[in-house]
């Protein structure tokens, strides 16, 4: 079926609406039909651009990021971290991990969302660290034999899910530029 082509401010209005009830009714309770309600639309051009909710869902998610990692290219590692962290306020990257937590229920039971994540949102950013991480390499910040390279992701995230259950506070930029000094850069060889 072919997609009608939407404007961009209307698909971020679309967009902003599906997180907003994300984040109030959770994953399980949003139905296409709440979507279509608070965006003024119908089910079927819902499902007619995103094929189920799922998809919407994540594209929404993909759609709130402030930057791609595969965008940023500032000329050294230490500099692109901060580029990252910089574009991001501390309320969004919030927001954001508020609703990943919700979503982390639903992934283990929704083989659909848990498909959807993996490839509009986790692939394109595992492939968007590795360009940024490869650019490193090639500028000679970092050994391409160094172990710690396949386990940046890990870090990161559980950096993020440690602040949370450690200290009960979000992981905010202050927070993951003083971790990526003190635990990535070291172990990066940086």
């Not at 992701?153 to 899910?161: D, E, T, W």
Request: one cysteine or more.
């Amino acid at each position: 079926m072919a997609r009608t082509r939407l404007t961009p401010e209307r698909e971020n209005e679309l967009y902003t609406a599906v997180l907003d009830l994300l984040g109030e009714v959770g994953y399980e309770a949003l139905t296409m039909d709440a979507v279509a309600a608070r965006t003024r639309s119908s089910k079927a051009t819902l499902y007619r651009q995103w094929g189920n909710k799922a998809e919407l869902v994540v594209k929404a998610l993909r759609n709130d990021k402030p930057v791609h990692l595969a965008e940023v290219d500032t000329g050294s590692l230490r500099g692109d971290f901060q580029a990252v962290l910089g574009r991001s306020d501390d309320c969004r990257m919030e927001k954001n991990s508020a609703l990943l937590r919700g979503l982390s229920h639903a992934v283990h039971t929704n083989p659909d969302l848990r498909q959807a994540l993996r490839d509009l949102l986790i692939e394109p950013e595992m492939t968007g660290l590795g360009k940024l991480l490869q650019r490193a390499v090639d500028r000679g910040e970092v050994r391409a034999d160094n172990p710690a390279l396949s386990y940046l992701p890990h870090m990161m995230v559980g950096a993020v899910v440690a602040r949370e259950l450690i200290e009960e506070r979000p992981a905010d930029r202050e927070f993951l530029i003083d971790y990526a000094e003190s635990v990535v850069f070291p172990a990066l060889g940086v």
